[in-house]
């Protein structure tokens, strides 16, 4: 169905999570995928820097809406309580909603933390987290997606077990995604149409040194296999590419963007020991088979272990500590964050950011390069709910790791082929006039698709990456924060939504 667009123009937002400019030089991703290549060059392009932290939560929550974390209130996959974050933690308008108020319509394709997925003048069918069932608006569109074998995502963690099955099954979700995404292209009217495809961050976590060259880890026989594995999920991915622009009207611009970049991992700090060694934080309870079991789940043998006694290894070693006993804690993987009890105790700040900034490589380096306030990176109402320190890494090789199942804070991650986020994304514009070399800031793309709609909301924190227009119409949309006390989810669904992110390897 193509009736003429109500807004100025239609726009494509095509996000694709973890794409970098490394990703797409690999030699198996350039060959495999000939049509992103194309759109590239056909587009104006450079990098897009990610928020901080450089995570698939805050950042397309920040892409989605224009404004930067301390202002939509996503900093990462659990809030400050340890629940899962939803659409419902997402405190501002998003694209759509200006979208819908200027009286165009949207089709919204797994944008991460658009779930519970709620009534929108369009198509949405949320991204993760999510729960499998309940994930349309219309609900009709779910018998569709059902026909389909529609998949929101799978579970692949750095755990190292990921093997040719789970490669099949990228390839399967990412085949299903985009035959929804093309026949809903087609069945429905829209002025903008927002999607987001997870693959390469899905293959960068547990196969980046066998996948982009630059680490010894890419020349061998076992990283042949990965990559000779890995070729159907990006030909699956290049060619739904290719079948949604086959759909897209003359006329319609596309702005392609990431939510952040990728990049080997080769270490991982534990600062929940130093907090317990320093008798911030009790240490659990840690008898010698707990901590053996819990260092096992790191290594190669364990990968061959059942999830369920990673999990219990998990939380023995790691706990329960009541919140009362401990002072200060590190936030998940990827959070880069220590949150403390009382985020008032002045003489509590300065000593976790003293044993921070102590902390040091294997080669007497600064391990963690500078620790930030909350309030001196982020603006904005919602700055509390982040955690109290920030902690930049000595570069983004290194992650900042939450629990205590390691033996000392710095582990090394040298022997393991894993991948992680890092702060340069990309951005590729094209169907409209653009110079070629762009460069911008998460919260840009909302007023650059908003204004390539011919719509402008005030108060935004980006500007457009594009020349616009000039008379743009301006546009507001009201907050849909929920009634205050209601939760998002029900017992159930939370218990859904954290055993997915912990199979995801983004809770432990
Ligand atoms: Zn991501």
């Not at 009201?478 to 859904?496: F, K, L, M, R, V």
Request: contains cysteine.
């Amino acid at each position: 169905m193509s009736s003429p667009p109500t807004l100025a123009k239609r726009v494509l937002m095509l996000g694709i999570d973890g794409l970098s400019t490394s990703f797409m030089r690999a030699p198996v991703v350039a060959d495999n995928m000939p049509i992103l290549s194309s759109l590239f060059e056909a587009s104006a392009t450079g990098p897009l820097w990610s928020t901080f932290p450089p995570y698939t939560g805050p950042a397309w929550t920040s892409i989605t809406t224009g404004v930067g974390p301390g202002r939509h209130g996503v900093f990462g996959f659990t809030d400050h309580a340890g629940r899962p974050c939803s659409d419902t933690t997402v405190s501002v308008p998003r694209l759509w909603d200006y979208v819908g108020s200027a009286g165009g319509r949207s089709i919204v394709v797994n944008v991460p933390m658009t779930h519970p997925p709620r009534p929108i003048d369009g198509v949405l069918v949320s991204g993760m987290p999510a729960p499998s069932a309940e994930i349309t608006f219309p609900p009709r569109v779910a018998s569709e997606l059902q026909s389909r074998e529609y998949i929101v995502d799978i579970a692949v963690a750095e755990g190292g077990r990921e093997g040719a099955s789970t490669l099949d099954s990228l390839a399967e979700m990412t085949r299903r995604r985009g035959e929804m995404a093309a026949w809903l292209a087609r069945s429905q009217p829209w002025d903008l149409y927002a999607i987001v495809f997870v693959l390469p961050d899905r293959l960068g976590h547990p196969w980046w040194k066998q996948l982009v060259p630059g680490d010894g880890l890419y020349e061998s026989r076992r990283a042949e296999r990965v990559r000779r594995g890995a070729q159907g999920a990006l030909v699956a991915l290049d060619e739904a590419i290719g079948a949604l622009l086959e759909t897209l009207p003359q006329d319609t611009a596309i702005v392609l963007c990431s939510d952040h970049g990728f990049g080997p991992l080769h270490a991982d700090v534990f600062f929940d020991l130093v907090l317990a060694e320093a008798g911030l934080a009790t240490a659990g309870p840690q008898t010698g088979l707990h901590r053996a079991l819990a260092r096992a789940g790191r290594s190669r043998p364990a990968q061959f272990a059942p999830r369920a006694l990673h999990r219990w290894a998990r939380t023995k070693a790691a706990g329960p500590i009541e919140p009362q006993e401990r002072r200060a804690w590190t936030t998940p993987p990827y959070e880069s964050g220590v949150r403390l009890a009382d985020s008032s105790d002045e003489e509590l700040r300065q000593r976790v950011t003293k044993l921070l900034t102590d902390l040091r490589t294997p080669d007497g380096r600064q391990a963690v390069k500078s620790v930030t306030r909350r309030g001196d990176l982020y603006g904005g109402s919602r700055t509390d709910e982040a955690a109290d320190l920030l902690c930049e890494m000595v570069d983004e090789t290194v992650g900042l790791h939450n629990g205590m199942h390691a033996t000392t804070p710095w582990v090394s991650r040298d022997h393991l082929p894993w991948g992680t986020h890092a702060s340069e994304g990309v951005v590729a514009i094209s169907g409209v006039p653009a110079s070629r070399r762009l460069e911008g800031m998460a919260p840009d793309i909302a007023p650059t698709v908003l204004g390539l709609l011919g719509l402008e909301a005030k108060g935004l924190d980006g500007r457009s990456l594009v020349a616009l227009e000039p008379d743009l119409t301006p546009v507001a949309a009201g907050s849909h924060a929920p009634p205050e006390g209601e939760p998002a989810y029900t017992a159930d669904q939370e218990a859904a939504v954290m055993e997915q992110l912990r199979s995801l390897g983004y809770v432990d």
